[in-house]
């Protein structure tokens, strides 16, 4: 760690965003070690670095350099107390079951009532569209092969060839594919 020059912790200290972000650059290395040795469940890695963060902000609002301590070594105290502060706070018993739990996978939401509104709308505009957009044949080729029915089956039950049945497929299939 090498010394802060005093004029630009003065600038910091007097609210120069300038000066607290060359701070900031300079001090990272060390704000990013301390995070890296306080991980825990419940506190990571980013979180750690933003404690240390929050550390050197009370440093620069704190620091008294007639005290004798020269900055970088106050700063430094500052960083490894509040991240160690915010691992031991992460560790309490009190935040066992939130640490330890098993997160519900996000899909297993249920969807809220204007999520199956705007789903039924949806559902309701496909069928409109196969109702007035296909023909006959082409709503029944399209049935028999969502029911894993093949071609040969189909001509057979729809009284057409399979040739038939897979054109009316394809129609199908482009049209859906078309529609608005």
Partial sequence: M????????QQAQQGEEAALAALIACMMPLI?????????PGLDFEDAVQEGLIGLFR????YDRTQGAPFAAYAAACIRHAQNDARRR?????????????????DSALPGPEERAIAGEEVAAVLHRLRTGLSPLERR???ASMQGIGPRQAAQALGCTPKAVQNALAR???KLRGAP
């Fill in 59 to 62: 440093a620069v609002r704190g």
């Fill in 90 to 106: 992460a560790l309490r018993k009190k935040n066992a079951p939130l640490n330890f739990s098993v997160p519900l996978p996000a």
């Fill in 32 to 40: 990013r070690k301390g995070a890296a040795g306080c991980c825990a």
């Fill in 2 to 9: 090498h010394s802060i020059d005093p004029h630009l912790l």
């Fill in 141 to 143: 080729a399209l049935l």
């Fill in 172 to 174: 199908a299939r482009r």
